[in-house]
C-alpha cells in the first residue's frame, strides 16, 4: 500500500479482554516497529521485527503483549487481559532497514480499556 | 546500544519569536539523527535527517537541525514560530545492530505556541 496500515482506528473494550491490534507495514520494508503512547506521553518503544531475525522484545511491558509478524510483513500485537494502564495510542511504524532510512508511522489504533 | 534524550517535557514560545528544541544522543560512532513531527491528530512526519556531511541540516516547514558532535547533541531551531507549529516534536536516533538498522526515539517535546 501506499503508507503504513492500522487497524482498528479505534477500540473500546472491557477490562480484562483480549485484543488484537493489526499493522500492515509499506510494500517492501523489512523493519516493523511497535510504539505506545500514552496521554502526554512520549513514544514508548515495544518491539522491532527485522526480516528473519528474532524480534527485540525488550519493550514489551509485560507478558500480557504480544506480537506476532507473519510472513515478513503483516504484524499483529496482542494485548491479553487488559487493563486500564494499557489504553493508549498504539503506533506501528515500518522502514527498509537499510542504514539510515527513516520509518514510517501509521495513523495509530486509540485503545480505550474501561 | 543507542539512546536519546529530549531535556525539555515542553516548550511555550510567542508567535514570531525563534525556537530551539534540544535533543542528545548516546551512540559510540556516528549517528544517523532525524526530527519527527506529531501534529494533533496526525501521524508523526518526518521533518529532517541528517547522516554525513554539513552539520546543519535543512528541513520542511522553514525547520533545521545542527549536528554537534562534541555535545552528542542535535537541536532543532526555527527563526520563527508559527501558530501551525504547534505539535509534539520527537528525536532520533538510528543506528546499524544486529538484524540491521534500528531507530530509537526521544520521548518527545511539546510546542505550545501563543498569540
Known amino acids: 500500500g501506499a503508507g503504513v496500515s492500522q487497524s482498528p482506528s479505534n477500540k473500546v473494550t472491557e477490562k480484562g479482554k483480549d485484543v488484537e491490534l493489526r499493522c500492515d507495514p509499506i510494500?517492501?520494508?523489512?523493519?516493523l516497529y511497535w510504539y505506545r503512547q500514552s496521554l502526554g506521553q512520549g513514544l514508548e518503544f515495544l518491539i522491532y521485527?527485522?526480516?528473519?531475525?528474532?524480534?527485540?522484545k525488550s519493550g514489551l511491558p509485560s507478558d500480557r503483549f504480544s506480537a506476532e509478524r507473519t510472513g515478513g510483513s503483516v504484524s499483529t500485537l496482542t494485548i491479553q487481559r487488559t487493563q486500564q494502564e494499557d489504553s493508549a495510542v498504539y503506533l506501528c511504524?515500518?522502514?527498509?532497514?537499510?542504514?539510515?532510512?527513516?520509518?514510517?508511522f501509521g495513523q495509530g489504533t486509540r485503545l480505550t480499556v474501561v | 546500544a543507542q539512546s536519546v534524550t529530549q531535556p525539555d517535557i515542553h516548550i511555550t514560545v510567542s508567535e514570531g519569536a525563534s525556537l530551539e528544541l534540544r535533543c542528545n544522543y548516546s551512540?559510540?560512532?556516528?549517528?544517523?539523527l532525524f526530527w519527527y513531527v506529531q501534529s494533533p491528530g496526525q501521524g508523526l512526519q518526518l521533518l529532517l535527517k541528517?547522516?554525513?556531511?554539513?552539520?546543519l541540516v535543512q528541513g520542511i516547514k522553514g525547520f533545521e537541525a545542527e549536528f554537534k558532535r562534541s555535545q552528542s547533541s542535535f537541536n532543532l531551531r526555527k527563526p520563527s514560530v508559527h501558530w501551525s507549529d504547534a505539535a509534539e516534536y520527537f528525536c532520533?536516533?538510528?543506528?546499524?545492530?544486529?538484524?540491521?538498522?534500528?531507530?530509537?526515539f526521544g520521548a518527545g517535546t511539546r510546542l505550545f505556541v501563543k498569540a
Open positions: 521485527f527485522q526480516g528473519n531475525s528474532a524480534p527485540d
Open positions: 541528517y547522516f554525513s556531511g554539513d552539520t
Open positions: 551512540y559510540g560512532a556516528t549517528p544517523y
Open positions: 532520533a536516533v538510528g543506528a546499524p545492530g544486529t538484524g540491521g538498522f534500528k531507530t530509537i
Open positions: 511504524a515500518s522502514s527498509l532497514a537499510r542504514t539510515g532510512t527513516e520509518a514510517f
Open positions: 510494500s517492501g520494508h523489512t523493519a
